[in-house]
């Protein structure tokens, strides 16, 4: 894109693939994590995990030392893989790799094969992902993870009315909401994964090294026999999409749809749940929906006047996109720091039907991003919070959202999908546009009219 | 009781080898032996949950990265950059004149290609847009993972851009994967900083005091309080490393009268290094606690001499403690009696056990992330330390009087009468200070924490974000002593009293109250019933 400067990131808009390799484990019941490679990047993670989720976040190390690039890692991966199951007895544990192991061509695949013969692990999933962090972001590294798991555990089954439900890296609190709704329609699913108690687990009196939730992986294992798969998100890589290997390899049927996000979304979403269900639509859906209708009414007036940045996982961007523009909210900037080479006609979609001329940038930094909304008129921005630079020096309001949000409490339980959330992250928006104004006004019309 | 068994006890669960490995870190103090030997700086064992971080995050994380003035570019795919950024807390502001780059996070971003291919000429043209953009004086470029092992020179493009564009450029080959801890880090920026930077400068006029302080990185504002009091008492302070520190000023290090180290594990390099280049003292302080913080704040003065200092020291303790005394006295009332675990750093983990004690709380187990064996017995036993194969990977410096600023500031004779009152060149460890039967574990891990929490019943927990929840979820209340969960400053008088108000504020929050909802533990009826009374 409009990159200036090609070779210096200067504060990027994205993490590394192990990072969103450990948030899909974290979705999987009874698993744990190892990163093969030196400890740093566990460490890093953990600390960045846990300061978003509130949680304990336990991802496990091969710890491999200057010895491990000369001789290899598997003695280190091995015992790692030992001791893992020693203290938490946990019955999947996903291995990714890091820059070191991938550099160093350490064939993860292979040494698990190994050790899958040992009798004793018998009982437990290993399973291998490559996750080099130089080779994509966080939003690659959860999908490979995703498929990697898929392809793993999915045997042939029989038939099940089952539907699986894949969802992209959401908030605990949006895996919850979701959940409820496919019981109201009693929807018998499998969703892959599932973060709403693992990654947000309430507070009791006895603590459990691996929290309790997850999709288990017998579920995982009865996917091929499901009635269908519906994938949510638009922006998955082909090649990176469980749902397609489902498809493929069992004749899995796949719907995709967008992230409920809006309420044009949530119709999508609610109407192909029907059609799965043979149900009506609940009662209290539909009631969502008039709420979400109603406030929609109630903040048009503001909503026209101020204009919006948007930047993040290239999904997540796409569904606060629908909000603001079915809201009347003029759209600057779509950024992801991803290369993802579907966001940009799927913007241009969007602004076909709303006529919106907004600017799309991928593969993007923040310092980039901070010269775009200084150059041209952002009200607000949209975004997790390392966006908060850019607040403070720009002077644009933050509306936080997405992942990490690590300067204010309970990223964990935002919830921003479906009619209820939509309604709540609209309020926010416009709620931060206003306290905006409100404090600004003043000397705004002084310097228009004084000066 | 506390003791061996309690140790048995938490090794319980491991095989005998890794029993065997985890038992040479963990001790239990006994006054009664003269002396006690514990593992440290050895390799953590894989699968097990340590909270160690790697060589990168010691060097461009803790000692390069809060060097304000400095371009500080990460060669390396993002993510080993992207989480440095703004994640420490060491605050910073600029004066007039000065560059704050801070608030940056720079990486070169490594893609595949650039790992098959190389990434010199990313790197290269990386350092050149840092100039065009920002115009830093120097540059620094640490090396993650994959750098040193595709083979780029780093240290080659960083001198062919000095040449380039007139300015420092300084690589650091800090690769993830060396040593074993951030420690090995902390000692490769410090060489470099040793090698590149301190004595280039040409100073500036002192006062009659100029003082340098080490190993402080100004977490919360901890500098600042710190440097507030000294400079209240008459010394000039020419460079904090590295908190709010910048290349500016830390090229004129050498000129100092003294050194002062507080944070042992992480600059005790450089200290050993300026002392034999430039013949400059250093002073062990601890400005954490307040019986520790008079007591530095005399022995620095000690070491000068002077005896309008020591009066003037005299009544600056007097004046800052005046403030906080009752404070300080009101939360003792409420804090004394507990007991606390705490597990940080290279040197926290001795140091806030001072404070803690001054609150009246007992530590009863602590222990560092990355510490070494003389940052627990004493730099006494630096020469029983056997390099092993990771630590022999790591340059030690070797240096030489400089000609033209060695300095003999004091008669043999003299240091050696002073070096019995104050702890000049010397750091006495963490276990010396401990109570007995208080128990001591290096590198603690996950499933450590847990049982030694379930067998010991702390009231409190002092760590950081990683093991932060476990403790909370266990039901004991836990305090972030890297971040200080957005606190602080805690140093010296006026820190002590706004640590203690934070205890206070975790301990007795109400939120506690309701961890057992009321149905759990016995008839609810009696606070629904109407009317204000009781049945
Ligand atoms: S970028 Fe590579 S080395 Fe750095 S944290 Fe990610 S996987 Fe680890």
Same mark, same amino acid.
């Given at each position: 894109m409009d990159r200036n400067y090609v070779n210096l990131t200067v504060n990027p808009c994205k993490m590394c693939m192990p990072m969103g390799m450990v948030a899909a484990l974290k979705g999987i019941s009874g698993s744990m994590v190892i990163l093969h490679g030196s400890q740093g990047c566990s460490t890093y993670i953990r600390r960045h995990m846990a300061t978003h989720y509130n949680e304990p976040v336990d991802i496990a190390s091969s710890s491999l030392t200057e010895q491990g690039t000369v001789f290899g890692g598997s003695e280190n991966l091995k015992k790692a893989i030992y001791n893992v199951i020693g203290l938490y007895e946990p019955s999947v544990i996903g291995i990714g790799t890091t820059c070191l192991a991938e550099t160093i061509g350490e064939d993860t695949a292979r040494m698990v094969k190994e050790m899958k013969t040992d009798p004793s692990l018998k009982s437990i999933s290993l399973i291998p992902i490559s996750t080099p962090g130089y080779a994509g972001t966080q939003f690659e590294g959860y999908f490979n993870a995703l498929k990697a798991i898929v392809e793993d555990t999915a045997v042939i089954t029989g038939k099940s009315r089952a539907l699986n439900v894949i969802v992209p890296l959401l908030s605990p609190a949006d895996i919850r909401h979701l959940k409820l709704i496919l019981e109201m329609f009693g929807i018998e699913y499998i969703m892959l994964p599932d973060i709403s108690d693992t990654l947000d687990a309430p507070y009791t009196r006895e603590y459990k090294r691996i929290p309790k939730g997850g999709t288990a992986l017998s579920s995982i294992a009865r996917?091929? !026999?499901?009635?269908a798969t519906l994938e949510i998100g638009t922006t998955i890589p082909e090649k990176l999409s469980p749902g397609k290997f489902l498809k493929d390899k069992f004749g899995v049927p796949l719907y995709r749809c967008p992230l409920p996000m809006g309420i044009e979304g949530t119709d999508t979403l609610i109407s192909l749940l029907a059609e799965f269900s043979g149900r009506k639509v609940p009662h209290m859906i539909t009631e969502q929906r008039g709420r979400l209708m109603d406030s929609m009414i109630d903040s048009h007036k503001y909503n026209s006047e101020f204009s919006a940045a948007v930047y993040g996982e290239p999904e997540l961007v796409l569904g606060i996109l629908n909000i603001c523009l079915e809201n009347g909210i003029g759209l600057r900037l779509a950024a992801t720091g991803c290369k993802s080479p579907l966001l940009k006609p799927a913007v241009e979609n969007l602004e076909e039907k709303f006529k919106n001329n907004l600017s799309v940038m991928t593969d993007t930094d923040f310092e980039k991003i901070q010269k775009f909304v200084a150059g041209c008129h952002v009200d607000v921005l949209i975004g997790n919070s390392d966006g908060k630079w850019i607040e403070e020096k720009e002077g644009i309001p933050l509306v936080r959202i997405g992942f990490p949000i690590h300067d204010r409490i309970g990223g964990q339980r935002l919830l921003s999908i479906c009619y209820e959330g939509t309604m709540r992250l609209l309020d926010e928006i416009t709620n931060t546009y206003l306290s905006f104004k409100e404090s600004t006004y003043r000397k705004r019309m002084y310097q228009k009219y004084f000066n | 009781m506390r003791g061996e068994n309690t140790l048995k006890r938490a090794l319980d669960k491991y095989p005998a080898r890794v029993y065997k490995n985890r038992k040479s870190h963990m001790l239990v103090k006994d006054s009664s032996c003269k002396t006690q030997e514990i593992a440290a700086n050895t390799r953590s064992i894989p699968g097990i949950i340590s909270n160690r971080g790697c060589c990168f995050a010691g060097c461009k994380g803790v000692v390069l990265g809060p060097l304000k003035d400095v371009v500080h570019i990460v060669h390396g795919p993002v993510g080993c950059s992207y989480y440095t950024w !703004?994640? $420490? $807390?060491n605050k910073a502001r600029k004066s007039i004149n000065e560059k704050n780059f801070l608030q940056y996070c720079f990486s070169t971003d490594m893609q595949e290609s650039d790992i098959v291919f190389g990434g010199e000429k990313k790197l290269r043209n990386a350092i050149k847009e840092a100039v065009e953009i920002f115009s830093p004086e120097a540059i620094t470029i640490s090396a993650t993972c994959p750098v040193g092992l595709i083979g780029d020179d780093i240290h080659a493009v960083a001198a062919e851009a000095e040449r380039e564009y007139g300015i420092k450029v300084m690589a650091f080959s800090c690769e993830g994967y060396k040593g074993v801890s951030q420690s090995a880090g902390h000692h490769i920026a410090n060489n470099g900083l040793m090698k590149n930077v301190i004595g280039t400068g040409k100073g500036k006029k002192y006062g009659s005091y100029p003082i340098n302080i080490l190993g402080e990185y100004n977490i919360g504002g901890d500098g600042w309080e710190i440097s507030r009091v000294l400079e209240k008492i008459g010394y000039d302070i020419v460079t904090i490393m590295t908190g709010d520190g910048s290349y500016a000023e830390l090229k004129n290090a050498h000129l100092a009268g003294l050194n002062l180290v507080q944070c042992h594990r992480s600059i005790n390099y450089i200290a050993e290094m300026i002392e034999k280049k430039y013949g400059t003292h250093w002073l062990k302080v601890n400005f954490l606690g307040i019986s520790s913080t008079i007591q530095s704040l005399k022995n620095i003065a000690l070491y000068f001499g002077d005896e309008s200092l020591i009066s003037k020291t005299e009544e600056v303790i007097q004046e800052e403690y005046g403030m906080v005394k009752d404070q300080l006295e009101y939360y003792k009332s409420r804090l004394q009696g507990r007991t606390a675990f705490i597990f940080v750093g290279g040197s926290r983990a001795h140091h806030y056990q001072v404070l803690l004690n001054d609150l009246g709380i007992e530590s009863i187990l602590a222990g560092y992330e990355f510490g070494h064996r003389d940052d627990y017995e004493g730099r006494e036993v630096i020469p029983d330390i056997k390099a092993d194969a990771d630590t022999k990977n790591i340059e030690e410096l070797k240096v030489e009087k400089d000609k033209k600023y060695f300095r003999v500031t004091m008669s043999p004779e003299k240091l050696e009468e002073l070096k019995k009152t104050i702890p000049l060149s010397y750091y006495g460890g963490m276990l010396k200070e401990m109570a007995q039967g208080s128990i001591v574990v290096d590198d603690l891990n996950h499933h450590e924490t847990e049982e030694f929490i379930r067998l010991l019943k702390p009231d409190m927990f002092f760590s950081g974000i990683k093991d932060k929840y476990i403790s909370q979820k266990m039901g004991v209340y836990s305090k972030q002593l890297h971040s200080y969960d957005y606190s602080g400053p805690y140093t010296m008088f006026k820190g002590a009293g706004i640590f203690a108000k934070d205890l206070d504020m975790g301990m007795y929050t109400p939120a506690w109250r309701f961890v057992t909802p009321p149905w759990k533990t016995g008839p609810i009826l009696e606070a629904v019933l109407f009317g204000g009374e009781k049945a």
């Open positions: 996917m091929p !026999g499901a009635m | !703004g994640t $420490r $807390r």
